[in-house]
């Protein structure tokens, strides 16, 4: 298995694509000053307190309050609420909690209006981000992610990720955490963390350390609402949370930006920096690596199967339905075994797509039925081990005697929405178009405007790959006829983000000629 990130910056933001094995799993779209991202620490106002959810509405500076339940204020909310209170009124000078007397973790069961009071200012983080008509979700309790740690303030234990399986390596890492960890501080260890050098850990403990005081500072002078302290941009967060030996390639269509990914992977995995790559090819990079034709068929409603099946994927506001179809898919082997092989083959699919739209909430899968109790447990399995890569948190049910599996996923921030259905440009969805022959000469002669008028010295079309083919087929095709007429080779791309009718030019800097 190899993962490789696609880093392609526009002029409106950066979009991030994660392939395994060149299939889109992941993708991310990052515009600069983005508020209320999961991980953002703010000093927030209390606006009011509900006791029949047992919840408080908190104002962070979103257009709509946010929501925090009591459940998430955390055992030490105590001792975290006096720090807050304690820096804002200047009594709390040092990051440090070395000599900090922790409060008694609040009741478990307790009452919101017990420990929280309207107009009292709060240290928050954002645990989901808006969704819908919903402000933000969040947590009172404050953790710090780095590479191979979670930091958890006003606490002394050690955690570790169940993943590490080893009793020998559970038993090397708490030991080593707890000789170099500060006083009142509790760590959560990583899956990443296993086998890795105590100076390496070490490291990124120092680094979450420097972080908590930079928090503490921002603090001093905060007035709510206020953020505090930002997560970091989620080409690093990915980077942070996923690179490993799987990583072989990060491929970057921007100079500057290649240079600042370059140094965020020497900083944490210094052996690994060859692998970050700056695109300097005149097709587009997500073209280039078959990012956009892969976005094309897995954002519609219909999501086609590599063998002729497809899915149907509806939205409500409460659940996702998924209806597995075996379309025109034929077989020797009879009913049931062709059932089998369609739906172990949409289970891969759906596994692939809930990561990739990042689908949240319920999940019902209409798959195709089975009579064979086996077939079903292996369908039940499989779905399992496909979505064992899913960093969502996920529950799968086995299939109900409907055939229904039924699949619960954290759902953290909105759903990734892309429209993927086209509507005409000419016609604008009528149906009647302009003559073929009169949308050649229009292209025509805007490349003689551009050759004549404007003194371009370079100019590249890119079409829809349909128009692609029109232009370049023929032994006397449109675009030896151009070479004929300017003296300049004209190339001609095909471009399947492109409308049917849509066209660009760019120059000899890749860069989009306007007209």
Not at 133 to 160: H, M, N, Q, W
Not at 242 to 271: G, K
Request: proline share 3%; glycine share 6%.
């Amino acid at each position: 298995m190899s993962l490789e990130l696609v880093v392609d910056s526009r002029a409106n933001g950066i979009w991030l694509a994660l392939l395994r094995d060149g299939k889109l799993i992941e993708l991310h779209e990052e515009q600069g000053g983005s508020d209320f991202s999961v991980g953002d620490v703010y000093l927030g106002k209390v606006r009011k307190i509900v006791p029949s959810l047992n919840a408080a509405f908190v104002d962070v500076g979103y257009e709509k309050d946010a929501f925090l339940h009591y459940l998430d204020l955390g055992p030490q909310f105590a001792s975290h609420h006096k720090f807050t209170k304690d820096t804002l009124h200047k009594k709390q000078n040092v990051s440090d909690l070395q000599y900090f007397k922790l409060e008694k973790d609040i009741v478990k069961d307790g009452k919101m209006d017990d420990v929280l009071s309207s107009n009292q200012s709060i240290l928050v983080q954002v645990a989901k981000e808006p969704i819908s008509s919903k402000g933000p979700r969040l947590s009172a309790e404050v953790t710090l992610a780095g590479r191979y740690l979670v930091l958890v303030p006003f606490s002394d234990k050690i955690s570790i990720s169940q993943k590490i399986k080893n009793p020998e390596e559970r038993e090397r890492l708490r030991t080593q955490l707890d000789a170099i960890k500060p006083k009142n501080f509790g760590v959560i260890i990583r899956t990443v963390a296993e086998n890795k050098k105590v100076s390496q850990i070490d490291q990124d403990l120092k680094n979450l350390v420097e972080k908590w005081k930079t928090l503490h500072n921002n603090l001093k002078t905060a007035t709510p609402p206020q953020r505090i302290l930002g997560e970091i941009d989620k080409t690093s967060s990915i980077l942070r949370d996923m690179l490993n030996s799987d990583f072989s390639n990060i491929h970057v269509n921007d100079a500057q930006l290649t240079d600042e990914i370059r140094e965020f992977v020497c900083s944490i995995a210094p052996e690994r920096e060859k692998i970050v790559k700056n695109y300097d090819g005149k097709i587009d990079i997500f073209e280039k690596f078959g990012i956009s034709k892969q976005i094309k068929a897995l954002f519609g409603k219909k999501v086609p199967l590599p063998s002729g099946g497809y899915l149907i994927i509806e939205h409500t506001e409460a659940m996702h339905v998924i209806d597995v179809n075996s379309g025109n898919r034929k077989g020797s082997e009879g009913q049931e075994f062709n059932a089998l092989t369609t739906n172990l083959e949409a289970a891969e699919e759906i596994a692939r797509v809930l990561q990739l739209r990042d689908m949240g909430g319920i999940i019902c899968v209409d798959f195709i039925d089975m009579h064979e109790k086996e077939n079903n447990r292996m369908l039940y399995e499989k779905m399992k081990d496909f979505m064992k890569h899913d960093r969502a948190k996920h529950n799968i049910l086995a299939p109900s005697k409907f055939g229904i599996i039924e699949i619960t996923r954290q759902r953290v921030k909105p759903e990734t929405e892309i429209v993927t259905n086209e509507t005409c440009p000419t016609c604008n969805g009528t149906g009647e178009i302009e003559a073929s022959i009169l949308f050649a000469e229009e292209i025509e002669s805007n490349l003689n405007y551009l050759l004549f008028d404007k003194k371009e010295k370079k100019v590249a079309l890119l079409v829809h790959p349909y128009l692609e083919a029109f232009f370049k087929k023929g032994i006397i095709s449109k675009q030896l006829k151009w070479w004929l007429k300017y003296k300049k080779w004209i190339p001609v791309r095909g471009m399947s983000a492109h409308h049917l009718l849509e066209y660009s030019f760019i120059n000899g800097d890749n860069e989009e000629i306007s007209i």
